[in-house]
């Protein structure tokens, strides 16, 4: 959700984008007449560089459009379930480990997965938000979501220094936020932020996506994320 700081708009709108297999964004645009022509391209550039995804190797496999949503001035990310101004919790990126297919098959829509998502950004928020300053860090959150609505969170720190403390209570919180239904196997996704200004970055070209250490815990032959690995650690 972006809430614009100018006073360029009285209501919310949605900005799309189309999006190649490559990753490659195809056209973008904002409803014609909602805002101004300058403030529409600033505003898709932001939305681009702030909310926009990294995915696997190989998804999606056909192109995809993206919504976004914006909201206008002094409406409040509150108001909307969202992260409020001011926070020390900041959302980079999601990252998705299946392919769109079969992501899209096992939640319905992604109306659900994207409230469960930002329902998760609060509860993080609403955590870091009432802890003492400490030094910048990025990190992951992982998140695995099994039919019957359970959930599962890891936490990747990379370089980052973050105490055990710390990382279980990420995860406690995380847990605790009413999974989202899914059908026909489990989904996984990992929300990458910065808190307290940020840190190391957690992904790099040898690691392009945040995976868990407990993930590979007796791995052998076949690494199929999340199918195989949940069968194998999470019973």
Do not use: C
Not at 201 to 220: E, L, N, S
Request: neutral net charge; without cysteine; hydrophobic residues 50%.
């Amino acid at each position: 959700m972006l809430q614009s700081g100018r006073g360029d708009f009285a209501t919310g709108f949605g900005v799309l984008a189309v999006v190649t297999p490559l990753g490659f964004v195809q056209k973008a645009g904002v409803q014609a007449g909602v805002v101004p022509p300058a403030v529409s391209a600033a505003v898709i550039r932001h939305l681009l560089d702030v909310n926009f995804g990294r995915f696997l190797p190989g998804m999606p496999d056909r192109p995809l459009i993206f919504e976004f949503p914006v909201q206008p001035p002094g409406a409040g990310a509150a108001a909307a379930g969202g992260v409020r101004d001011g926070s020390v919790f900041r959302q980079q990126e999601i990252v998705l480990y299946q392919p769109n297919a079969v992501l899209v098959a096992r939640v319905d829509s992604a109306v659900p997965l994207g409230a469960y998502i930002k329902q998760l950004d609060a509860s993080l928020a609403a955590s870091f938000d009432a802890m003492p300053p400490e030094a910048g860090v990025t990190a992951a959150l992982v998140m695995g979501v099994k039919p019957g609505m359970k959930s599962r969170a890891w936490v990747v720190t990379g370089r980052n220094h973050m105490s055990a403390a710390l990382i279980e209570k990420i995860e406690t919180v995380a847990e605790a936020v009413p999974a989202v239904p899914v059908q026909g196997g489990p989904i996984a996704f990992a929300i990458i932020f910065n808190v307290w200004g940020g840190g190391v970055p957690v992904t790099d070209a040898k690691h392009p996506v945040p995976m868990p250490r407990q993930w590979f815990q007796g791995a052998a032959g076949n690494f199929e994320v999340p199918d195989g690995v949940f069968a194998r650690i999470w019973k």
